[in-house]
């Protein structure tokens, strides 16, 4: 009997991803592993290098002499500060949201508490008055941006909106793994995880008595697009494994 391992995500990125035999040597004694998502042979890990600790300098306060003059009357003009609820607050702007990712959402205008919010599996978020709207693969400031637009544009004057990341969703999406293997059933894929066939199988349970491991079927797709399913064979007890479509 045939192993087989379906890779199912709800990101696109995992459709986009092109098939690429692996073609690097593998090390003596061994056979060189497939990555489930990249269909690349992962690298060599390296050791770290060691950490430079950093220098401290030693700081004296300087003493700031305090006015007690009048201010003058063209002060009233100067730019004021923001609302105290802002102090400190920077936007995001390097992180993108995805699916899963826990934010809170404040309209200072309403003098309303955060308002937690998930971004849901479609990539979109509820927002008060505007309903859905799309939310992955935005910064926190581009979706505060966005948002702030589409108030204004009917609700507010002018609208200050404050979206912040409370929890990051540390799964990038599942695989799926059945035949002979000792556990079949979801196996869970962390961001940044190289996951391959080799450590998918060893997660679950290892082959089983009756398992073919010359013919170990790897179908890699996005959910709901049959069109860019991409069905595969791999030999588990070669050096190289070979790969046949």
């Given at each position: 009997?045939?192993?087989?391992?379906?890779?199912?995500?709800?990101?696109?990125?995992?459709?986009?991803?092109?098939l690429r035999s692996a073609s690097a040597a593998a090390p003596a004694g061994g056979f060189t592993d497939f990555g489930v998502l990249t269909g690349e042979t992962p690298p060599?890990?390296t050791p770290n290098p060691p950490k430079a600790e950093p220098a401290t300098v030693p700081q004296t306060a300087a003493a700031t002499p305090i006015s007690t003059a009048p201010?003058?009357?063209?002060?009233?003009?100067?730019?004021?500060?923001?609302?105290?609820?802002?102090?400190?607050?920077?936007?995001?702007?390097?992180?993108?949201?995805?699916?899963?990712?826990?934010?809170?959402?404040?309209?200072?205008?309403?003098?309303?508490?955060?308002?937690?919010?998930?971004?849901?599996?479609?990539?979109?978020?509820?927002?008060?008055?505007?309903?859905?709207?799309?939310?992955?693969?935005?910064?926190?400031?581009?979706?505060?941006?966005?948002?702030?637009?589409?108030?204004?544009?009917?609700?507010?004057?002018?609208?200050?909106?404050?979206?912040?990341?409370?929890?990051?969703?540390?799964?990038?999406?599942?695989?799926?793994?059945?035949?002979?293997?000792?556990?079949?059933?979801?196996?869970?894929?962390?961001?940044?995880?190289?996951?391959?066939?080799?450590?998918?199988?060893?997660?679950?349970?290892?082959?089983?008595?009756?398992?073919?491991?010359?013919?170990?079927?790897?179908?890699?797709?996005?959910?709901?697009?049959?069109?860019?399913?991409?069905?595969?064979?791999?030999?588990?007890?070669?050096?190289?494994?070979?790969?046949?479509?």
């Amino acid at each position: 009997m045939r192993t087989v391992i379906s890779v199912i995500s709800a990101l696109a990125i995992v459709a986009s991803v092109a098939l690429r035999s692996a073609s690097a040597a593998a090390p003596a004694g061994g056979f060189t592993d497939f990555g489930v998502l990249t269909g690349e042979t992962p690298p060599a890990s390296t050791p770290n290098p060691p950490k430079a600790e950093p220098a401290t300098v030693p700081q004296t306060a300087a003493a700031t002499p305090i006015s007690t003059a009048p201010p003058s009357a063209g002060s009233t003009n100067a730019p004021t500060t923001g609302p105290a609820s802002l102090s400190g607050y920077v936007p995001d702007d390097k992180y993108k949201l995805r699916v899963g990712d826990k934010i809170s959402l404040q309209i200072l205008e309403d003098r309303d508490a955060p308002k937690g919010l998930v971004i849901a599996d479609s990539g979109e978020m509820d927002a008060p008055y505007v309903g859905r709207v799309a939310a992955t693969d935005k910064t926190c400031k581009q979706l505060a941006d966005e948002l702030k637009t589409q108030l204004e544009k009917e609700y507010y004057y002018r609208a200050t909106v404050v979206i912040s990341l409370d929890v990051a969703n540390k799964l990038l999406g599942r695989i799926y793994v059945w035949g002979q293997v000792r556990t079949q059933g979801p196996i869970d894929l962390n961001v940044n995880e190289n996951l391959t066939v080799g450590k998918a199988i060893l997660r679950a349970g290892g082959f089983g008595d009756f398992a073919n491991k010359k013919r170990v079927q790897v179908i890699r797709g996005a959910t709901g697009q049959p069109a860019g399913k991409q069905t595969f064979l791999l030999n588990m007890i070669e050096k190289e494994p070979s790969i046949s479509r």
